[in-house]
């Protein structure tokens, strides 16, 4: 049974466990669960991270820890008892462990890595607190380096600053506002400026010197050096290096490295220096041999320099621990330089000193170490650990310790003039210097070089090499103990130095100095001038008194009780004492005794003051002992003396140098002072200063009184205490009495007020300064009602006027700060004695606005006593009378100082530097302290409605201003919600008081407002924002707070329903700050707020009869809080049920429904919007969501300024996306919105103020810019000509001639550039999750240059990538369109040009027509095959129908966007017998099509035209065409289909052209074809014929009469016959030559097989696209043919599925390979061919005028001669170079020949109909007929016709074949061939010749495998051949088929200009005003 858990309620996870149990809790290691019940060994309860999921979990998985319940029952929370810095270290770790990794996916390395290893840092610093064996200083230590991390990683983190006191968290609720404030900004202040050090050390390690010849040991001292002072500045440090330059004792680390201590900032400046003086120990001269001498000296080898400011810049620069550094090592050009070489180096007095021979480098690493000295051990006590030698500056450090005992004389030996001593040269003089005792006996150890060696007892000086005036300068510590001080004296030996070889050191003088005189006092410091005294060798000096009786030095008659005999010889030592015991002063020493002479003491004490501090601090006890001994010794005549004795002492421990030392008078006060009647004399004479300060001119000395109170009080209340002590309090009230009359004399000196003179205010102000310090001795004596009555007079007695002497208002306010700081404050019974006065003078200082820092501070730290220390009833009290003082003032004072203009610059200012921060913590302090009582009190205490009007816009304002971002740093969260709290429970209150006082006849519209506005911005803070913290976070601030923002946004509801008939007045100001709550998201809110707008609506509805105001400001509002990110799908939902659910019930339900449905609509549009920007680079989302939302602002809502807004927000897309085309049409937009017109318009975007004239014409500019970037110069050109008529207009004859040539370039761009044909896509997407404006719609989409299917729907899918590709094309299901998934439906679609006209006409060059094939098109088709019926087995194109799909864009493409939605669908079904008829028709247009580019030359190889030719005939060869005969040739078919009649017989017809093509194909080929695919040409010749063999076309038949094609099965197709055309052979000079890439579109989509036609359709069906370049690699052979094989059928036939479809409807496999299936995929047929051209008026009349007798006739029994007609010039000749004979006689009419090709697509029609006859303009044109209704039979299309026809496309069709279509015999007109010298030429026959011959046949010659070879005689059987193949015995090989011509008629002037075509998205909107 589960019961609850009494003290099982806590503990952490030991053991991961799955939860696989029924009602199982997934647990890890580390997670903290609380637990609710138990039971056998299971807990249940939660993990605290996701409390909300519970569950159960085995109780050994749990280790249980302490902790405490609050709410014990079903909502109790946890706290664990554990140490609190433990706690928040362990949470904040999980949220940093979450953050951690996402470092790593945002690829933050650095930041990472540091994280990482501060965590580690923290775990290891949790486990040693959680030990429990750190000291009371270490566990200190390790919680300081705790909450120092945990900082550090918030702060990068950018989590909330935490507050804390003593390493702990602060509850807010615990302590008072002000104090909150005080410790968030001392953490801040913490962070973000750190505390300048005033003390610095210099790490210093030697690691080498590089020498090239060393050889000797070295000697290396490092001292810093003041060069403007000229002296050192520290110890030296001394190094002893090996003869290798390396530390002779590597294995101690304190003789490498040094720490110089106790630098101060004025040590830090560029003019000191490290010095380095190198001494080596070895012979005289450096270069002398080994046996020359075998005494070692001490002998100078080199100097090195480094300045402080190169390590300071080193340091700022790198931020590194260590700095390597290498010194140059210089040495003096002459030894007796070497006292000052540094200094020359320093000066760069580069005569004196230059580089050592050796050229030595010195290897040093340095680094600045800041703060005090423990501050350096903790941080660093890697160098304490391994060693490190102090070295101390010389002399005692700024600050002088109290503990610091020191006791050193400084020695240098400076210099020394000696004689020869009749020696030829001077002397190598060696010093030995000696300390000796008393006695003579030298002193073990007093001697040191320097810190790093351990001291010596004598030391001998470095050698100067013949040197009789020898100057070292070289400094020694004497570290002599104090007791051996007296009576010790030093003794320096000379010696000289021979050279020789027994390098013997001969004695000849010595000198002595004693280091203590007799009286006392130590070796003066200063230069000492010594005498030498004379000696020999052999001198003994064990007995020193023989030459202490001696004269020592120049001056000294001390102990000269023997004449000396005056000597030359000198010798100078400079001398400096730096003790804390001894001292050199003898005045001082005179006042220590002054027991021995009494009669001095008045003289004594007058030169006191004279006495050096430092000397007077060294002996501070034995000071104030002889001052109170004096005292006692007579008071009445020494105590004045004694007292200004005493204040001269007290006031120079004020100093900082000293300021340590009152921790030493305290001490002496509480446990050496024993004057117990000295308070009496203390105190009379601190009355009679005080009362003499009135009257006295000079105050100095009474100030310096005045400054000492403090300790005079103290020595005053001692002496008292011990006198009480010793009397058991007798004279009390004599000693009251005393102080009350101090205390008098004190008010009437306060309340003197200055006359003119500054005097006495300046001595007023010190002893204010000092006076509070006063109150906690008086305590010790005094009751502290007492003591707060007489502080509170004091106070009183200064003037309450504002004083004119600004420095004493401060002064007092001062000294008010420190009475609140004081003890006295502290106590709530003396509290409320000084609080009023406090407040009365604060008052005074907030209404003038003067001391505000002090003030500031002396309230919050009132309010910090109030909050601690007062009890309930006291506080009230308290509360009560801040109020009334405080309140007002405090609010005005917080609008003043935050209306204050900001000072300007880079640096942001931060909080803590600006009172305002403070004043608010008072202002929430005083607040949160407020009750109800306090609240009604404060309400009442207004007279008029006025007064408390302008309370509540007073605090309402202070309250908007408290809620601004940048009132506290980011990160002050905890701030933040404090003040939240406390404004939400204060607005509850005020809120009474709103409706009570200001509704009805008293409404306040302002007041209203006011509270209005402050209550959304309240909600709408960042910080409230819950959504956005993490979990843990915001369940801490939902446990301590509630959610803040519904219980505002419950009070705006109820405020709101409470105003009646006054919500109009808010009608539309608060829908967008109301609509700006409802985005909110949170559910509560929601659903209160959203329902006023339902409010709103009625009572507009009620005002004005709809709620127009409403919509208006709700759509603006929408636009711009949704871009900010506000709102989504769950609030529209909400938004649109819950008015809808309000608005059912209303009369005005319809109009309020259709606003509902618009704001939602809009909605949808802007959520899409929102989440397309989010993405990076710019896609067909964001471009189509922003296309839907600009339409939506135009079309439905009718918003023009947010219409123009997103055309330039789509323009700016476009652009980045480099859509120019696409940017232009949508420039167009806002373009077309304008006039030329003179009206101004406002500023507006990026656009200044100007007149519309002149923004149209900018805005024209731009997109005929963006029209020829994207080379749509055609649009560009209409835009120049209509900017150049306004140019015109105003004679602006320059930009008129700028725009004509900008007109003209256009022009030829056309025609000479390269413009790709885009592909075109269809699109759809299906399902819920797609965005609202793509949600089950279906788009077509214009494809970037070069992008083909498979490109494309890869992008799709990139931009998509959760969609699924849809592995058909049919029609989706329901299901599919409500599933909430993606998918995509994408394959290829072919464009329908609507531009028939332009396309038709023959004279336009294809540069021209490919835009008008690409553009402006709306409509676009789709071919899917399928099989209806039975299937038949043997011949599958018998039952294979084309479901044809037209789709119909709601606008053009291109336009304002890549792709456009599908407005409408068609869809019609192609019959077998059509289906071949458009393969036909397209195979025939592919073979024109290369025949005329390889007859222009515009073919760089004949491979494409080769391989073509190879399919074509080889599938004809191998039956292909007897499919198409079987199935539709045959009797059955044609007599169950006899409506087909007319297109059985047009398919006949296309075979018939197919064979004539080809025919004329082969004579091109052989003539282009190169010489090693000769046999190639050849196979295929005889193919052709033995094609036409196998098909039996042996004649062509005659034909009576044909009937027009007319279909009647419902077929789409109007006409199957594309325009007629004609070309010249000379044409081919006149097309440029192209790249392979230029060539029509067929050779783009030119796949693995050559029918190009078809490939844009089998694409559209399969989803396949293939390389151009195969094009030129195909092989033909018999074996590809692509209707014979039995290898050629495809599955694409039938498939219309994208290329990944797997589930397509395939043939069977069965059938797969059948020789039946004959038929192209739908893909071969270029839109033409189903949506034909109609035929040009010239081109009906010719049709008219052939007739039947364009019927192909052979007559077998004419002779040749008689068939033989004299030739005609053809347009249409091989040999290009030559005119064809002009043979045709007069009475012959020139007509259509069968075969008509057509001009090549560039080149110039004046050129194309060069050659043509002027009897081809004879014949008039007829009128034209509907091609559905003429009679007569349409002229067979030109092999070369292809520029009317769509794109023409490639096909992978059946099996990689060149030919996918079918070879056919042709039907044409009967012409005779005649071949004359190799050339054929056309013989052109007139209608009536062709009649007369339609019964005839003509002979047949063998076939020959070139066409171009002569009739020889052979014996090869004549196969028969057609009329017009047909080749007479005696004549040259055949001529090739003429071309029909079109008699060209002259056009009327308008017809010779090209049409201007620009078709816009639109129909011209309405006038936008001022935009």
Not at 508 to 535: A, N, W, Y
Request: include cysteine.
């Amino acid at each position: 049974m589960w019961i609850p858990t009494d003290n099982e309620k806590y503990g952490v996870v030991i053991a991961g466990f799955r939860g696989t149990v029924p009602h199982g809790l997934p647990l890890e290691v580390g997670d903290t669960v609380q637990i609710l019940e138990k039971c056998d060994g299971w807990y249940r309860g939660f993990v605290l991270k996701s409390p909300s999921i519970k569950g159960i979990f085995p109780a050994t998985y749990i280790h249980l820890k302490n902790a405490n319940v609050k709410n014990k029952g079903q909502f109790e929370t946890i706290i664990p008892t554990e140490d609190t810095v433990i706690t928040e270290m362990t949470g904040t770790l999980r949220e940093w462990g979450i953050m951690w990794k996402q470092l790593y996916v945002k690829n933050e390395g650095d930041l990472f890595h540091r994280l990482w290893h501060v965590m580690n840092e923290l775990l290891d610093l949790r486990r040693q607190v959680l030990v429990g064996h750190l000291t009371h200083d270490r566990m200190k230590d390790v919680k300081r380096h705790i909450t120092a991390r945990l900082d550090w990683g918030n702060e990068q983190m950018g989590l909330d600053l935490v507050p804390r006191k003593e390493f702990s968290m602060v509850d807010p609720d615990e302590i008072s506002v002000t104090e909150l404030y005080k410790l968030m900004e001392h953490r801040h202040r913490k962070k973000d400026t750190p505390v300048p050090m005033s003390t610095h050390h210099l790490f210093l390690q030697m690691k080498s010197l590089m020498c090239a010849n060393l050889g000797e040991e070295l000697e290396v001292f490092f001292s810093i050096y003041d060069s403007r002072e000229n002296h050192p500045v520290s110890e030296r440090f001394f190094v002893k290096l090996n003869k290798n330059g390396l530390p002779k004792f590597p294995e101690r680390m304190e003789r490498q490295c040094t720490l110089f201590i106790d630098l101060g900032s004025s040590d830090l400046r560029k003019d000191i220096y490290i010095i380095v003086h190198i001494i080596r120990l070895g012979r005289m001269a450096a270069g002398e041999k080994k046996n020359t001498c075998n005494a070692q000296y001490r002998r100078p080898f080199g100097c090195a320099v480094l300045s402080i400011a190169d390590l300071l810049q080193t340091e700022r620069d790198t931020r590194d621990s260590k700095e390597d550094h290498m010194l140059k090592v210089y040495m003096c050009n002459t030894e007796s330089e070497w006292y000052q070489i540094h200094e020359n180096i320093i000066k760069k007095l580069n005569a004196r000193y230059n580089l050592t021979s050796s050229n030595a480098g010195l290897s040093v690493a340095l680094q600045l170490l800041h703060g005090d000295i423990d501050q350096i051990w903790r941080e660093y006590p890697v160098l304490f650990t391994r060693g490190v030698a102090i070295t101390r500056k010389l002399g005692f450090s700024d600050i002088i310790m109290p503990g610091d005992i020191r006791n050193d004389l400084y020695v240098t030996l400076e210099r020394g003039e000696f004689e020869k001593g009749g020696k030829s040269v001077a002397r190598n003089v060696d010093v030995t210097m000696y300390v000796l005792d008393s006695e003579g006996q030298i002193l073990k150890d007093c001697i040191s070089l320097g810190s790093g060696e351990i001291p010596v007892s004598e030391h001998h000086s470095f050698v100067l090499y013949h040197n009789n005036s020898p100057r070292w300068a070289e400094p020694l510590k004497l570290p002599i103990p104090v007791d051996k001080f007296r009576g010790a004296h030093i003794r320096l030996e000379f010696r000289h130095c021979s050279t020789k070889e027994k390098g013997e050191k001969k004695l000849f003088g010595f000198s002595f100095v004693p280091l203590m005189q007799e009286d006392g006092r130590t070796l003066p410091d200063g230069i000492h001038e010594l005498l030498v005294h004379k000696c020999e060798e052999n001198t003994s000096f064990q007995d020193p008194a023989r030459y202490l009786k001696l004269q020592y030095c120049k001056g000294n008659l001390h102990g000269n009780s023997q004449p000396v005999k005056a000597s030359k010889e000198t010798f100078w030592i400079s001398s400096f004492l730096c003790s804390t015991k001894l001292t050199q002063n003898g005045d001082l020493l005179d006042f220590l005794k002054w027991r021995a002479h009494p009669e001095r003491i008045c003289d004594i004490l007058s030169k006191f003051k004279d006495i050096d501090g430092a000397e007077i601090v060294k002996f501070l006890q034995d000071t104030l002992d002889a001052l109170f001994g004096i005292l006692d010794e007579n008071p009445q005549k020494y105590g004045l003396k004694v007292f200004d004795s005493l204040v001269h002492i007290i006031n120079l421990l004020q100093d900082i140098k000293f300021q340590h030392f009152k921790p030493v008078m305290d001490t002496y006060i509480e446990s050496h002072f024993a004057g117990a009647l000295a308070y009496r004399d203390l105190i009379k004479v601190l009355k009679r200063y005080i009362d003499r300060s009135i009257e006295a001119e000079r105050q100095e000395h009474i100030q310096d009184v005045l400054r000492a109170q403090e300790y005079i009080f103290k020595y005053i209340i001692h002496s008292r205490s011990l006198y009480t002590l010793a009397t058991g309090g007798q004279n009390e009230e004599e000693f009251r009495s005393s102080i009350y009359e101090l205390f008098q004399s004190v008010r009437y000196f306060l309340s003197i007020e200055s006359q003119g003179s500054s005097i006495i205010t300046q001595t007023q102000a010190v002893f204010l300064s000092s006076f509070p310090a006063v109150y906690s001795e008086l305590l010790k004596l005094i009751d502290v009602r007492e003591v707060a009555n007489l502080v509170r007079d004091t106070l009183r007695s200064m003037p309450d006027v504002l004083h004119v002497e600004y420095s004493l208002e401060a002064v007092k306010l001062q000294c008010i700060a420190k009475t609140v700081e004081s003890q006295l404050f502290t106590n709530p019974d003396s509290r409320c004695i000084l609080l009023p006065v406090v407040l009365h003078h604060l008052h005074m200082h907030l209404q003038e606005q003067k001391d505000l820092i002090m003030c500031a501070r002396i309230l919050s730290t009132t309010f910090c006593l109030i909050k601690k220390d007062s009890s309930e009833i006291t506080a009230s009290e308290e509360v009560d009378t801040l109020v009334d003082s405080l309140l007002g003032v405090l609010l005005r004072t917080i609008l003043e100082i935050s209306n204050r203009s900001q000072p300007s610059g880079p640096t942001i200012r931060l909080q803590f530097q600006d009172v305002t921060g403070e004043f608010v913590a008072c202002l929430l302090a005083l607040l949160r302290q407020m009750t109800d009582k306090h609240y009604q009190q404060l309400l009442e205490s207004f007279t008029s409605k006025d007064d408390l009007r302008d309370f509540l816009l007073q605090i309402f304002t202070v309250f908007k201003i408290l809620i601004r971002p940048e009132m506290f740093p980011k990160d002050w969260t905890i701030m933040r919600l404090v003040t939240n709290n406390v404004i939400i429970t204060t607005i509850l209150y005020l809120s009474d008081a709103l409706r009570k006082n200001f509704l009805n006849e008293g409404f306040d519209f302002k007041v209203w407002d006011s509270y209005f506005f402050l209550a959304v911005i309240f909600i709408n803070q960042p910080c409230l924002q819950l959504e956005m913290f993490s979990p843990s976070k915001r369940k801490k601030v939902l446990e301590k707070y509630g959610d803040m923002r519904v219980m505002m946004g419950c009070e705006i509801f109820s405020m709101w329903q409470n105003l009646g008939e006054h919500k109009l007045q808010f009608i539309p100001g608060l829908i967008g700050p109301f609509l700006e709550v409802t985005l909110v998201p949170q559910a509560d809110l929601r659903n209160v707020m959203i329902p006023i707008f339902h409010d709103m609506m009625d009572w507009e509805q009620r005002r004005t009869g709809n709620f127009k105001q409403v919509e208006a400001k709700l759509i603006d509002k929408l636009d711009s809080l949704m871009s900010e990110g506000k709102g989504d799908e769950t609030y529209r939902e909400l938004f649109n049920s819950i008015l809808l659910k309000k608005i059912e019930r209303e009369t005005w339900r319809e109009s309020g429904i259709s606003l509902v449905a618009t704001v939602t609509r809009l909605m949808e549009r802007l959520l899409d919007y929102r989440d397309c920007m989010k993405v990076a680079e710019v896609d067909g989302k964001k471009i189509g969501c922003t296309v839907s939302l600009l339409n939506f602002y135009k079309t439905e809502i009718n918003k023009e300024e947010m219409y123009i807004r997103y055309i330039h927000k789509l323009y700016d897309l476009h652009l980045k996306a480099q859509n120019f085309t696409e940017a232009a049409y949508t420039l167009l937009l806002y373009d077309e919105l304008l006039e030329w017109s003179e009206r101004p318009l406002r500023e507006f975007l990026h656009y200044p103020m100007q007149t519309e004239w002149q923004r149209k014409e900018i805005l024209h500019l731009t997109i005929i810019q963006n029209f020829d970037k994207g080379k749509c110069w055609e649009n560009g050109i209409i835009l120049c000509r209509e900017l150049a008529d306004q140019y015109e207009s105003f004679y602006d004859y320059r930009n008129l001639s700028k725009m004509r040539m900008m007109e003209a370039s256009f022009y030829d761009k056309i025609m000479d550039q390269q413009r790709l044909e885009p592909e075109f896509f269809r699109v759809g997407f299906y399902g819920k999750k797609f965005p609202f404006f793509l949600r089950n719609k279906e788009f077509v989409c214009r494809g970037h240059d070069y992008e083909r299917l498979e490109a494309f729907q890869q992008r799709m899918l990139n931009e998509f990538p959760h969609a699924i590709a849809m592995q058909h094309a049919n029609q989706p299901e329901e299901t599919i369109f409500q599933a909430d998934a993606q998918y995509l439906q994408i394959y290829a679609v072919i464009p329908i040009p609507d531009n028939h006209e332009i396309l038709q006409k023959e004279a336009i060059p294809d540069h021209i027509k490919s835009f008008y094939r690409v553009n402006n098109i709306w409509r676009f088709r789709y071919d899917r095959p399928f099989h209806k019926g039975i299937k038949d087995k043997e011949n599958e194109f018998k039952s294979l129908w084309v479901e044809r799909t037209t789709l119909t864009l709601v606008q053009s493409l291109p336009g304002i966007s890549r792709w456009f939605e599908v407005d409408r669908r068609e869809v019609v079904e192609m019959s077998p017998l059509e289906n071949a008829i458009e393969v036909l028709e397209n195979k025939n247009q592919q073979l024109r099509t290369l025949i005329t580019q390889c007859q222009s030359r515009q073919m760089q190889n004949i491979n494409p035209l080769t391989m073509c030719l190879n399919g074509v005939i080889d599938a004809a060869v191998n039956g292909g065409l007897a499919r198409y005969q079987e199935a539709f040739f045959v009797k059955d078919y044609i007599l169950n289909h006899p409506e087909d009649g007319e297109k059985i017989s047009r398919l006949r017809e296309l075979m018939f052209e197919q064979a004539h093509i080809l025919e004329y194909g082969l004579a091109v080929h052989e003539k282009f074809v190169p010489q090693d695919m000769r046999p190639l040409h050849k196979k295929l010749v005889d193919q052709f014929f033995v094609m036409k063999s196998r098909l039996g076309i042996q004649d062509f038949p005659g034909y009576a009469r044909v009937s027009p094609i007319h279909l009647t099965n419902g077929s789409p197709r109007t006409c199957r016959n594309p325009t007629l055309g004609a070309i010249s052979p000379d044409g081919a000079r006149l097309v440029n030559r192209r790249s392979p890439l230029s060539y029509p579109a067929f050779n783009r989509y030119s796949s693995s097989s050559l029918s190009s036609q078809a490939s844009a359709e089998v694409s559209n069906i399969t989803g396949q696209s293939e390389s151009s370049d195969e094009v030129f690699q195909m092989q033909a052979s018999p074996s590809t043919s692509s209707l014979s094989s039995t290898h050629s059928a495809s599955p694409n036939v039938t498939s219309s599925a994208p290329s990944s479809a797997r589930g397509s409807p395939l043939l069977s496999d069965k059938h797969k390979h059948s020789r039946e299936n004959t038929c192209l995929s739908p893909r071969e047929r270029p839109c033409s061919a189903i949506y034909p051209i109609s035929v040009e008026p010239v081109q009906q009349t010719l049709t008219q005028q052939i007739g039947d007798s364009c019927m192909p006739r052979s007559d077998p029994n004419l002779s040749a001669p008689e068939k033989v007609m004299n030739p005609t010039p053809s347009s249409w000749s091989l040999d290009s170079g030559k005119e064809a004979r002009n043979c045709v006689p007069d009475s012959a009419k020139l007509v259509s020949p069968p075969v008509p090709p057509r001009p090549p697509h560039t080149g110039s029609p004046a050129k194309t109909y060069r050659s043509f006859s002027p009897q081809a303009f004879e014949t008039p044109p007829a009128n034209p007929r509907s091609p559905h209704k003429s009679s007569v039979q349409s002229l067979t299309p030109s092999p070369t016709d292809y520029q009317s026809l769509g794109p023409v496309y490639n096909s992978p069709v059946l099996s990689g074949s060149s030919s996918s279509g079918i070879s056919s015999l042709s039907r044409g007109s009967v012409t005779e061939t005649t071949l004359t010298d190799g050339t054929i030429t056309c013989t052109l026959i007139g209608s009536e010749e062709l009649i007369k011959r339609e019964n005839g046949t003509f002979a047949c010659m063998p076939p020959r495998y070139n066409l171009s070879e002569h009739g020889t005689g052979t014996s090869r059987r004549r196969a028969p051949l057609p009329h017009s193949l047909s080749v007479p015995p005696s004549a040259e090989p055949p001529a090739l088929p003429p071309k029909p011509h079109v008699l060209r008629v002259h056009r009327s002037e308008g017809e010779n200009r090209m049409d201007e075509i620009l078709v816009r998205p639109r129909s011209q909107p309405r006038k936008v005003s001022q935009l």
